[in-house]
């Protein structure tokens, strides 16, 4: 699909973008001390801080990348956001409260209070970087795809702009800023989302039985980024061609051709006895040139609200052992991640004290538990709205409102685009935390006064920021769904072991809680390198070369490393000494 930026969009874009850095440099006359800049002086409404949690967890990958899995493949995203809010259970039954009594700026600071161990630190810190970092990518991929419709720019424009804004907002005013772009960028996600999703209810669902709709179409894109249309160079220009509409129903129940207002049952139960167009992904190589193929694929509803149709899942339908253990172990990731991920940790300790932890968990599951339910609704409406871009499916919720009017998509893009910003803003805080506090600090035990600590994380902000960059435009074509699916991966394999068994083994000792951690982020990270789906999506191999290459049976490593995380710190514990004097629970 052809996109064309509108006047609408760029003012709306500039305002959402002038109102963020105002708050920014607002609160920077006001950040002065450590305390405030890497955790806001724990002075933060438990509210605020409550949907703020919801701002900082509902990143691009939430928005942009399960909402596109959904309008390309159905249930299969859904799994995602289930994923996703069942982890909240860990975080306030388990984390919340311990985390806030325990620390002061980062999670190191938790793993690390009964100890008082360089080790420890310098484990954690490293985690933290590699956690944050990795968490990164899928942010700056979907900022990318974001300012191509929205201003016309290319990705890699796009990414550099997000970088430029985020390290303004981090190196200003750190984690106050930051909470303030996260409360009101949450808010409106799930408020425009909500009114979103009631649109798409009140429009119901249509059979565009138009000749152009149904008519055989396909794209093929060479490894040298040419595209064609049924055999045409893809453009807008004399002689080129573009993809006619494309995500449609091809048939309703009891033959109608529409249905007018639905319910939100009735939407599920209307589309379940129908018929939708998807479109097939192919890959070949010939002679050293790979081209990637789509082709449309009429499927019933019923086999499009059950998994098993994107190709991280398709091996459940056809019972494949290696399959469903992959689904397994992703689902156990994001299961286990939420608690585990850096920048959610730092939130605790904005907060007053340890009732305010746990009135913002509960605030954060609520608004988050929300929003996910609305982006199957939002998916499956991409999905039949005839605006799908078959080349990006992280702009499918944008280009759906777009379907609206050029409004709605300038705001809703807008929103997108904050979305990144306030996720982007925590993890490159919980970045430069670490650096500083961690392994400045703590580790290599530099003696900074507390104006140097906050020009050093500004420093820090800069670098981290530098980092996302190259990796948002490394990573431009893959979906943020997916990758964050990794980064869940690795900070549960590498943080959660040690946090559990610190809060509920007396037995646990500083060697075991560093040698946990170190095991469980380097295997995450061997694992995730030498699986088929790096091999194919990340390496440039075609499927079948992928699965040849392979050194593991399947590509999430949760379901291996995250145990071998819990043994290692064990096994380490039963070996030394040095236990904790005290059991926290």
Known sequence: MIHHPSFMSVIVFGIFVAITLGLSFYFAAKTKSASGYFAAGGQIHWFVNGVAFAGDYLSAASFLGICGTIAFFGYDGFLYSIGFLAGWVVALFVVAEPLKRLGKYTFADA???????RGITLAAGISTLVVSVFYLIPQMVGAGSLIKPLLGFPHEVGVVMVGIVVVLIVATAGMV?????????????????????????????????????N????????????????????????????????????KLPNGK???????????????????????????????????????PQPTSGAKVLRPGNSPLFKGLQKDQWTARLDFVSLMLALFCGTASLPHILIRYYTVKNQAAARLS????????????????FLGLGAMTSGTLDLTDSNMAAPLLAKGFGETLFAVISAIAFTTVLGTVSGLIVAASGAVVHDLMSSVLRLELADHEKVKAGKIAAVVVGVIAIVLGILFKDMNAGFLVGWAFSVAASANLPSLVMLLFWDRTTKQGITAAIFVGLFSSLGWILLSADTFQKV???????????????????????????????IVVSLMTSGRKTTVVA
């Open 539 to 569: 390496y440039g191999y075609t499927a079948d070369q992928a699965a040849a290459l392979a050194c593991v049976p399947f590509s999430q490593p949760g379901l291996v490393t995250i145990p071998l995380g819990f043994l290692t710190l």
């Open 215 to 250: 008519a055989p179409q396909t794209l093929v894109v060479k490894s040298d980024g040419t595209r064609f249309v049924n055999g045409t160079p893809h453009g807008s220009s004399a002689g080129q061609a573009d993809l006619r509409p494309v995500g449609h129903l091809s």
């Open 111 to 117: 793993l690390n209070s009964q100890f008082q161990s």
């Open 361 to 376: 968990t509960v605030v954060g599951i609520g608004t988050i538990g929300v929003f996910y339910v609305l982006t199957l």
């Open 177 to 213: 800023s930051t909470t303030y772009v996260q409360f009101i960028k949450g808010s409106l996600l799930v408020l425009f989302s909500g009114i979103l999703t009631v649109m798409i209810l009140n429009r119901g669902l249509k059979v565009d039985s138009s000749e152009a709709a």
């Open 257 to 295: 051709t529409e249905t007018g207002p639905l319910g939100p049952i009735e939407y599920l139960a209307t589309l379940q006895q129908s018929e939708i167009v998807l479109w097939s992904k192919k890959e070949t190589v010939v002679d050293g040139e790979k081209t990637t193929t789509w082709s």
